[in-house]
Nanobody
Framework: QVQLVESGGGLVQAGGSLRLSCAAS????????MAWFRQAPGKEREFVAA????????YYADSVKGRFTISRDSAKNTVYLQMNNLKPEDTAVYYC?????????????????????WGQGTQVTVSS
């Protein structure tokens, strides 16, 4: 049973930083794509960032490119999302996700339906 647990959310002023963590259990994160999504009130869940299955490539939504960085620590089986220069529009519940299977080494999904396992989410609130 794959479980993902996010942490690190909170309230921060615009321009500030937060680092989110996603601790995985039940299988290794190596060899599987890992992604961050977010959902703001009244909006659909949207892709934020991801590692490809091999971990060799990272992908970002245009809205966070240059401000957010996804990284991982295989020894801790944990994925991180470093968020800098936060804006009020970044306010959302942030979720990490991983697919059912490794698929191909370069695979990465950018839609909800491509991911099987999800964490419970962590709230990020950015005040202006």
């Amino acid at each position: 049973q794959v479980q993902l647990v996010e942490s690190g959310g909170g309230l921060v002023q615009a321009g500030g930083s937060l680092r989110l963590s996603c601790a995985a259990s039940g299988r290794t994160i190596s060899g599987y794509a890992m992604a961050w999504f977010r959902q703001a009130p009244g909006k659909e869940r949207e892709f934020v960032a991801a590692f490809s299955s091999s971990g060799g490539t990272t992908y970002y939504a245009d809205s966070v490119k240059g401000r957010f960085t996804i990284s991982r620590d295989s020894a801790k089986n944990t994925v991180y999302l470093q968020m800098n220069n936060l804006k009020p529009e970044d306010t959302a519940v942030y979720y990490c996700a991983t697919p059912r299977a490794p698929w191909s080494p370069g695979w990465v999904g950018r839609t909800e339906r491509e991911y099987r396992y999800w964490g419970q989410g962590t709230q990020v609130t950015v005040s202006s």
